[in-house]
């Protein structure tokens, strides 16, 4: 079965540069969400897009912005760098049949993000 | 707003024992329930969920866990641990349409002991 996919799976940057996240959701998914795990943290929730638009929002800071586009993947770009935004960031997808109790969100690999 | 406490940040087990890793959660709706397991370097892979059909869940690998209202648990259990168990686990909850981010545990390690 198709999975989430997520790229790129490791980045290293230096502090002060950007980084772009994508994310590719499994097919017939409408709905993003994008969280962050810090080391040895639990994944804190940062932003959600639901049929392209963003749903919700967490505690994202002002440097990251995201969005998804029309074929459903979303990108997660983040400006000014520093060395706090360290950690592995999660791409998840729900399926469209919510209501019918399909609520679950199903987790990319991640993306390993290192800044220097 | 919902959140959710697991009660044991870290568990140890012998192969072939019994697991138990608690979990309490806190709602003013009648709450999603998850419970998510990741292995070292891995990503999040969800074990079972509970959305009000059934207050006992069976999940992968021979997981589950009950939804007991009156206690306001969702401990998740395995008769018999096995070396693959080895993981961290984390308890969430999601709130209802409109609201669906995940708020996670803080996550219980589980140890298996050979």
């Known amino acids: 079965a198709a999975g989430v996919i997520q790229s790129p799976r490791h980045l290293i940057k230096e502090k002060r540069e950007t980084a772009t996240l994508k994310c590719y959701p499994i097919?017939?998914?409408?709905?993003v969400y994008w969280y962050q795990q810090g080391p040895g943290q639990d994944p804190q929730f940062l932003i959600s897009?639901?049929?392209?638009?963003?749903?919700d929002k967490g505690s994202i800071p002002d440097r990251f912005s995201a969005q998804q586009f029309s074929d459903y993947h979303s990108e997660l770009n983040m400006s000014s760098l520093e060395l706090g935004d360290s950690a592995l960031y999660f791409c998840?997808?729900?399926?469209?049949?919510?209501?019918?109790?399909?609520?679950?969100?199903?987790f990319g690999p991640g993306t390993r993000l290192t800044v220097t | 707003a919902q959140s959710v406490t697991q009660l044991d940040s870290h568990v140890s087990v012998s192969e072939g024992t019994p697991v138990l890793l608690r979990c309490n959660y806190s709602?003013?709706?009648?709450?999603?329930l998850f419970w998510y397991v990741q292995h070292p370097n891995k990503g999040l892979q969800l074990l079972l969920k509970?959305?009000?059909?059934?207050?006992l869940v069976k999940g992968i690998n021979g997981f589950e866990a009950e939804f007991k209202k009156s206690e306001t648990s969702f401990h998740l259990t395995k008769p018999s641990a096995h070396m693959s168990d080895a993981a961290e686990y984390f308890c969430?909850?999601?709130?209802?349409?409109?609201?669906?981010?995940?708020?996670f545990g803080t996550g219980t390690r589980l140890t298996i002991i050979p």
């Open positions: 509970y959305t009000s059909a059934a207050t």
């Open positions: 897009f639901y049929e392209k638009m963003q749903s």
């Open positions: 097919p017939r998914h409408d709905t």
């Open positions: 998840a997808s729900r399926p469209l049949n919510w209501l019918a109790g399909e609520n679950e969100q199903y």
């Open positions: 709602s003013s709706y009648s709450p999603s």
């Open positions: 969430v909850v999601s709130g209802n349409f409109g609201n669906e981010k995940l708020t």
